[in-house]
């Protein structure tokens, strides 16, 4: 209970910021993106993970408004790489349920990238299963004006939810991350081999970008690059680092 009161005034004071985790074009281990991440600095007990706070948030009401600031952190800081000289890059957000299902959601991310000057297609906002599911028609409504504006759609953690996959029958989902549960076991593990290989596939028959998650051997990314999967994210190429960190990364490479 104080932690939460604490959390109401953890964006006044500051004590926000955001990590930024790159993803990787498999076949040539180019860093295309990056996925926003939140951390909490707490003045006395040190990090506290998202996983402890966001559900927290979103209890207290509180989620939406951390969204975004996330979002506005997140352009910021991809003005700020672009003046360093960093290759543009996609700019990964995660999104809860609570926001995207406001019916002014797409407004606020186009007034967002009009004042930051950013062109849609950098952003790429990752929303679950579960969100896709509490939205109903709302939902595909906000989808189609996202893809009208240029602004990706990615669902996180896919095949964990608890939810069906008629969503993509709509035709508006751009990218699909792969959770991390079923890439651990690979490339030994024939259960998970199977569900990865069956996702892949349906990726490439519905025009998905797959991006694989947690991603932490070369044997894993060695099966993953030869089933298909285009993109990955993992120890293995990075873990979350500060944004000073991505340009030493990408700044000297020009
Ligand atoms: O960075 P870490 O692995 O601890 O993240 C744990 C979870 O918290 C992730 O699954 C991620 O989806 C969620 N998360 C991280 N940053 C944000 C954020 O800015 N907004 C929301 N809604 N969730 C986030
Ligand atoms: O739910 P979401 O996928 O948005 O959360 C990403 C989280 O997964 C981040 O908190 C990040 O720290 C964590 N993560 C990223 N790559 C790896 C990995 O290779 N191994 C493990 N164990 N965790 C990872
Ligand atoms: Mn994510
Ligand atoms: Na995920």
Redesign the pocket.
Known sequence: IALASELRTALSENEFHL?F?PTVEMRSGRIVAV?A?LRWRHPRRGEI???EFIPMAEKLGLIRRIDQWVLQAACTQMYLWDRAGVPPLRMAV?VSAHWFGQANFVDDIRALLESRRLAPERLML?I?EGAILRLGEEMERTLYTLNALGVGVAI??FGTGYSSMSYLKLRAIAYL?I??SF??GLPEDSSDGAIVEAMLTLCRNLDITPIA????TEEQHRFLLRAGCTEG????YS??VEPEAIVQMLGAER
């Open positions: 990590v985790q996925e991440l993970p998202p996983g995660n990752e679950t996180d953690d991350k959770d991390r890439v651990t998650e947690g991603i932490e994210q993992g120890f293995l873990r979350p």
